[in-house]
Each structure stands twice: as structure tokens, then as C-alpha cells.
Nanobody, 115 residues
Framework: QVQLVESGGGLVQPGGSLRLSCAASGIIFSVYDMGWYRQAPGKQREWVAGITSSRATRYADSVKGRFTISRDNAKNTVYLQMNSLKPEDTAVYSC?????????WGQGTQVTVSS
């Protein structure tokens, strides 16, 4: 019923770019805060970027200046534009929808940065 589906992951060379999408259904998308997280093998899941229902944005220090989060409420979709990618960005990227009462996770999409 509630679904978050990520897409856009893949293999890219260092310095390259990738755009991730997360399409939501089963929620009133416009009232949810949205976020992107990532998890590399052997590491904890970490928060990457967030955008509130009022479109305020925040970024982890490790991606600030390189990544941009945005949302299109008409399409029920949140995006993560990733530029100047580094090997250490390699991870499974997942999106999350939050309000004061509930949260939902997508299944994730693999991003691999390698030459």
C-alpha cells in the first residue's frame, strides 16, 4: 500500500554524476519530510541529505557542495543529484519519508563509483 521505490543507481567513474529518484505512493507526499541515507558494506547506515515539507534542505558534511536534494510534489518524487562522485560514495542509497507519527523506507538502489 505504502511504497517508496528508488531508481537511478549504477556504475559511474570517479568525478562523474548520477541522479537518484524515489517515487512514493500511498501517502500524502507533500506533508512528509524526505531524506536520503546510504550504507556501505561493513559500515553503519548514515544520513546523507534531507528536505522538509516546506522545502528546507540539509546535507551531511561529506556531501555538502556535491549533492543536491529536491522534490517534485506533483510527481510524488524526491531526487538526489550527485556530482563529483568519489569511490567513498559507493553504497546502497535508500530514501525515507517521515512525519511526526510514522516513517517509511524504500528498498534502496546500488551506487558504485569505480575506475
Amino acid at each position: 500500500q505504502v511504497q517508496l521505490v528508488e531508481s537511478g543507481g549504477g556504475l559511474v567513474q570517479p568525478g562523474g554524476s548520477l541522479r537518484l529518484s524515489c517515487a512514493a505512493s500511498g501517502i500524502i507526499f507533500s506533508v512528509y519530510d524526505m531524506g536520503w541515507y546510504r550504507q556501505a558494506p561493513g559500515k553503519q547506515r548514515e544520513w546523507v541529505a534531507g528536505i522538509t515539507s516546506s522545502r528546507a534542505t540539509r546535507y551531511a558534511d561529506s556531501v555538502k557542495g556535491r549533492f543536491t536534494i529536491s522534490r517534485d510534489n506533483a510527481k510524488n518524487t524526491v531526487y538526489l543529484q550527485m556530482n563529483s562522485l568519489k569511490p567513498e560514495d559507493t553504497a546502497v542509497y535508500s530514501c525515507k519519508a517521515d512525519n511526526r507519527y510514522s516513517s517509511y523506507w524504500g528498498q534502496g538502489t546500488q551506487v558504485t563509483v569505480s575506475s
